[in-house]
């Protein structure tokens, strides 16, 4: 499972993410139940060697015979300087999504893909145009066996935003009150849907804990990102469960001029044994 955080701000976008990653098992009867828990999975990309842009991703770890990860890196690769590579001096981050929703969906509709309906992704982009003066957040989504059509969470107008997916039950109820089961609950105690959605966003309007400026300093927004992983991650080795939110939690940030940034990540390697390669990831 995952905790997965987007922040954005005038002057950077940063997005955050634990290491966990789930290995589940189905009965016959449907239930699932956890296997392990492994706290080293990649979750957070560098898109592209010369641009600001960044990645990051929930949900299933594998696509086929080939992790996350593995797909992401190729898709750099291929933006970088392969068939779909990007024009730097010409492009938009709209240019980019359109690219790695191609990619996935070569990936996901593969015959060795195997496709089934309980698949759920989260791929999210973010990242700033080669005219842009201010970032975009878009998001892909795998649901029900179906890549979904792009969506963009935010647009360069927007001024400010704190998104996250995955397990994000800790960041809805810190931040908005509440989170989604409240809709649910109500309805069992016999309020109708279309009330209890109502008086969930009542509830989440009146109760929201505003801690974003969009003036907010980039080191700033690196630690309320941070700190939103964090908290998930304490939140789930204390609850009742397996602790499906966990392992080190890897940072990144891209702004206008200094581009992409990796502010915090694990390493596969010894650092000491390994000086002539600063990147992993390459």
Known sequence: ??????????????????????????????EQSVLNVYNNADKVFNLHRELPLVAMTA???????RSISSLAKELRVRLTKGD?????????VSDVVKHAHGFLKDAYEAPESKVNANDYLEFWIGGYGSTNEHGEIWKLVILAG????????NKETDAQCIYWGGQG???????????????QAMMDEGVQQELSELMYEKATSRLETPLLSATMPVIDVIRLAEFLVETTKGYFSFAFGS????????LATVTKYEGFKWIKRKHFYP??????????VR
């Not at 650092?271 to 992993?280: C, I, V, Y």
């Open 1 to 30: 499972m995952t905790v997965c955080v987007a922040v954005k701000v005038h002057d950077c976008i940063v997005f955050a993410a634990d290491s966990a990653s789930t290995l589940t098992t189905t009965n016959e009867a449907g």
């Open 59 to 65: 949900g299933m770890g594998h696509i086929g015979g």
């Open 84 to 92: 779909i590579a990007v024009n730097s001096k010409d492009y938009t």
């Open 146 to 153: 179906q890549l979904k059509e792009p969506l963009q969470l």
């Open 169 to 183: 039950s800790a960041i809805s109820r810190l931040l908005l009150g509440v989170d989604s089961d409240f809709i």
């Open 243 to 250: 602790d499906i939110v966990g392992g080190a939690t890897d």
């Open 271 to 280: 650092r000491s044994l390994n000086r002539g390669d600063n990147d992993h």
